[in-house]
């Protein structure tokens, strides 16, 4: 098949010309022809699942959503048993799309001097993939194991490996003509030269003429300031995007900062020594500028937020009255600028927010859904915050995790809660 292709090079190369064509043009013709003899197919994903030694780690729960639409997949019974097993098969669009694998494992030992007995590992993780006609996506979530990890929380891991095989195939019964380089009855029979053709004659020198003016890249432009107080204040602004770019904003400034960027979506990161970092999410284009205010509080002493192993410790954690997904507004509002502050300081790329209920504040087969009601309403708050949602994942786990015992009013209040986990930095 490769021989013959270059065959057919050969012979639209070195075909004597008496009106020649480009090679572009011989390049584009190929191109056409090869493309009429490949059956481009749609776009296909598989997706696989492999799990852990089932004597040791229990399979609990899984669940499975391709671009937000739930995988009905084989029972943990059957995805316990060892090898590869076949999630789903299926033709999708071509284009992005979105994989969002849940799996829950429990220690299966019980042995009371085993440190995870009875453990649970619930871990969550998003693939953003790319399908194309003519090729099959293959994706395999698999669970690892990290034994030497001194955390038990981060003892087992999920993660996602990605493969691409094509589904076209050639027609190996036609082959391209090459496109002829002249034209009439004498092209009949023509067949490629071992010796090349006599080069033509050079033409006359000519001065080159200067390549054309290209007009000048579109700018948009983003006037910040930071104030405190009223005040301008010092500060360094980051902004990610299309491009990226960092300034310094000076104290006492009288005129907001002027940043040059390319037209698009940017995120711009703001921190000021003593005070909450911030971030905000902006749309640039070239028609006039963008102005950006940030009003900065100052840090307190006391953090709300700790940063403890793959997990965000809420101090004061907000609280949730029965039956509802919005937690108490006084138990959120110091908490989530001192969240923002974290996530812009610290090299955290994704969280998870994990939703809860207490075991009788709502019929049983509604807990699911109110839990993952409270993780969203956070992720809203965020998000409203300034926060990239494409740096949140959320999940409601109902009352399956109970953090206090659910006999009192106090315990239950404890247990209608949310809890934020690293998934990336």
């Keep these: 098949m490769k021989s013959a292709l270059l065959l057919a090079l050969l012979c639209a190369s070195t075909a004597p010309a008496a009106e020649p064509a480009s090679a572009d043009q011989v390049r584009a013709e ?85 440190q995870t007995s009875g453990f649970l590992w619930n871990m969550t993780s998003t693939l953003n993939f790319q399908a194309q006609r003519g090729l099959r996506v293959n994706v395999k979530a698999s669970s690892i194991l990290f034994p030497e990890a001194k955390d038990a929380r981060l003892k087992v891991k999920l993660i996602h490996d990605v ?72 500060a360094t602004l980051s902004v990610q995007g299309a491009s990226a770019q960092q300034v310094k904003l000076k104290r006492g400034a009288k005129v907001p900062a002027q940043v040059e960027m390319t037209p698009g979506e940017y995120t711009v990161d703001l921190i000021a020594p003593g005070f909450l970092a911030q971030t905000r999410r902006v749309k640039l284009s070239g ?15 006391k953090k709300l937020v700790t940063e403890k192993g793959d997990r965000l410790e809420l101090q004061k954690p907000p ?41 009788k504040e709502i019929a049983q087969d509604s807990r699911q859904k109110l839990s993952e009601q409270r993780a969203r309403a956070v992720a809203e708050l965020l998000v409203r915050a300034g926060v990239d949602p494409s740096r949140i994942d959320t999940v409601g786990l109902g009352d399956t995790r109970p953090k206090a015992p659910n006999l009192t009013p106090g315990g239950r209040e404890l247990n209608r809660r949310v809890e934020l986990v690293i998934l990336e930095r």
């Design 30 to 114: 190929l191109d056409r022809q090869l493309r009429e003899m490949v059956d481009t197919t749609p776009p296909e994903v598989k997706l696989l699942f492999v799990g852990l030694d089932p004597s040791v780690y229990k399979l609990v729960e899984v669940h499975f959503t391709l671009d937000g639409q739930p995988i009905e997949v084989p029972s943990v019974e059957v995805l316990s048993q060892p090898g590869t097993h076949v999630l789903d098969s299926r033709t999708v669009t071509d284009g992005p799309h979105t994989l969002v694998s849940n799996v829950v494992y429990m220690d299966a030992s019980w042995s009371l001097f085993s």
């Design 163 to 234: 493969t691409a095989e094509m589904t076209a195939r050639l027609d190996d019964g036609t082959m391209p003509e090459p496109l002829s380089q002249r034209s009439g009855p004498s092209d009949a029979g023509v067949v490629a030269q071992a010796t090349p053709p006599p080069e033509p004659p050079k033409p006359e020198s000519r001065p080159t003429p200067p390549p054309p003016q290209q007009a000048p890249q579109q700018k948009a432009r983003l006037l910040v300031r930071a104030l405190a107080s009223r005040k301008p204040v010092a």
């Design 287 to 301: 028609d006039k500028p963008t102005p950006l205010n940030f009003t900065l509080v100052r840090a307190p002493k």
């Design 319 to 359: 609280r949730f009255p029965e039956g509802k997904a919005a937690p108490k507004p006084a138990t959120i509002t110091a908490l989530l600028p001192q969240l923002v502050d974290l996530l812009v300081q610290r090299p955290i790329r994704r969280i998870r927010i994990e939703g809860y209920t207490d075991n």
